[in-house]
């Protein structure tokens, strides 16, 4: 059974930084893509950053340049570097593992940014 746990979401002020964590239990991760996606309130659920099984990574336009998505399989971890925050980036964030036409959610962590 697959197991995912976020950490690391919190309150921090515009220009801050948080970074956020994922561990995978349950599966084998080294050969499985991994993803943070975020949902703003009032808003439709949007990819972040995707990090795949050869270690390509891929940004969304707002995050571009801001956010750092990182794997270590020895780990069983994802974590998202968070810089330069801004108020709408404030979400709740999930880590989610994909392969094939697998997908596993987190329950989500929130993160505000606020001043």
């Known amino acids: 059974q697959v197991h995912i746990v976020e950490s690391g979401g919190g309150l921090v002020q515009p220009g801050g930084s948080l970074r956020l964590s994922c561990v995978v239990s349950g599966i084998n991760f080294s050969n499985k893509n991994a993803a943070w996606y975020r949902q703003a309130p009032g808003k439709q659920r949007e990819g972040a950053a995707t990090v795949t099984m050869d270690n390509r990574t891929n940004y969304g336009n707002a995050v571009k340049g801001r956010f750092t998505i990182t794997r270590d399989n020895a780990k069983n971890t994802v974590d998202l570097q968070m810089n330069n925050l801004r108020v709408e980036d404030t979400a709740v964030y999930y880590c989610?593992?994909?392969?094939?036409?697998?997908?596993?959610w987190g329950q989500g962590v929130q993160v505000t940014v606020s001043s």
């Open positions: 989610v593992v994909f392969w094939s036409e697998q997908t596993f």
